[in-house]
């Protein structure tokens, strides 16, 4: 299994486009109210550090994964440790996403479905893809779900133009101050973060490692442009007080839109932006779990972890309540637990140690 520069780059893009959009907007938008485009410049700025500090990290060992490298680094023992914080994270976003992308479908398109029909269809595309095709086949899904992400959100964004209202970005500054957007910073730079973990792994499964950086960058900074443009929009048209107060702000400006009495119901555009960004994390968030798994238990043939995993993964989403992706999760667990940890601790540490290690061994 080989990724290219250009897959790994449409593997970020679409990995994080769709989920930011969606799931970061309203609660930004409650935060930094009409300065929520300086929360999200300050969450690309900084997601970007994390994301060199994750990829400089695993350029330290090229053909081992964090799993491996991790060990190589700090010990066998406390490089498990420190991997089991990236498990837990890997099988905890997986069960809430499919949680959330569940109801949200339900509630959006089929109220009469039961959730479990969501769970194993999804589940099932995700078993399919990471058996047959591997990481590299869901690179490959990458590079065609990524060109139909961006064309369609900016045929959509371009569609709001005429509903724009400038004055829903005054006063700057004054009336939220660097507290407020600081908060509504760190819910999307808890997300970008996530990028920067999953390259941690993929790294080593690159066919010229020596891009790594210039793709997942490039990446990282198309994904918080794209963001970026969507959050604006919803703040121009709908303005803070009511887009701070709309659980999926972003839906509901693609539902409000109409071209010419004409063309409407374009919602279902902002649907297939979602369907495609969730399938292509969770199959990333799959392979990681099954990939990681297998060597955390020094299984040779890792597919046969499949089989476990997916059982974990319909438990977990089984068994999470409907709104604590966005009120729970989201807020505490992702924001104060795993972006100071699993996000920037670790990868620091690795990196730090791993350059001391490197050092050493060279000859003076």
């Not at 499919?98 to 194993?120: A, C, G, N, Q, Y």
């Not at 701070?244 to 932006?273: C, E, K, T, W």
Request: hydrophobic share 55%.
């Amino acid at each position: 299994m080989k990724l290219s520069g250009l897959q790994i780059f449409w593997l970020i893009f679409t990995f994080e486009t769709g989920n930011i959009i969606l799931l970061t907007v309203g609660p930004v938008m409650k935060e930094a109210n009409q300065d929520i485009w300086i929360s999200y410049l300050i969450a690309s700025v900084l997601g970007v550090l994390i994301m060199y500090i994750a990829v400089k990290t695993a350029l330290l060992y090229q053909k081992h994964t964090l799993i491996q490298y991790s060990k190589l680094i700090l010990g066998k023992w406390l490089g498990t440790v420190m991997t089991l914080f990236y498990f837990v994270q890997w099988y905890a976003v997986a069960g809430n996403i499919l949680r959330e992308f569940t109801d949200f479908t339900i509630s959006m398109l089929l109220p009469k479905t039961p959730s479990w029909v969501f769970f194993i269809t999804m589940l099932f595309l995700l078993v399919y893809v990471t058996f047959i095709g591997g990481i590299e086949g869901i690179g490959r899904c990458a590079e065609v779900f990524g060109p139909i992400i961006i064309f369609s959100v900016v045929i959509l964004t371009s569609f709001t133009i005429k509903e724009f209202d400038i004055t829903n970005l005054l006063p700057i500054f004054v009336d939220t101050g660097l507290i407020s957007i600081w908060k509504g910073a760190l819910t999307p730079l808890s997300f970008l973060g996530e990028s920067a973990v999953m390259m941690l792994m993929l790294v080593s499964f690159m066919d010229k490692p020596e891009n790594a950086m210039k793709s997942a960058i490039s990446g990282l900074v198309c994904a918080a442009i794209i963001v970026s443009i969507v959050a604006v929009c919803v703040l121009l048209v709908f303005g803070p007080e009511i887009s701070g107060d709309l659980r999926h702000p972003a839906f509901d400006l693609v539902s409000y839109l109409s071209v010419m009495d004409f063309i409407q119901n374009l919602d279902i555009i902002g649907m297939l932006v979602w369907i495609l960004s969730v399938f292509i994390k969770l199959s990333v968030y799959f392979f990681l779990s099954c990939y990681g798994t297998a060597q955390l238990l020094k299984i040779k043939d890792w597919k046969k972890v499949i089989w476990i995993v997916v059982i974990f993964y319909f438990m977990l989403a089984q068994f999470v309540p409907s709104i604590s992706y966005t009120f729970g999760y989201m807020k505490t667990y992702l924001v104060y637990f795993v972006l100071p940890i699993n996000m920037v601790g670790i990868p620091l540490l690795l990196w730090i140690v791993g350059m001391i290690r490197n050092r050493k061994k060279s000859p003076a």
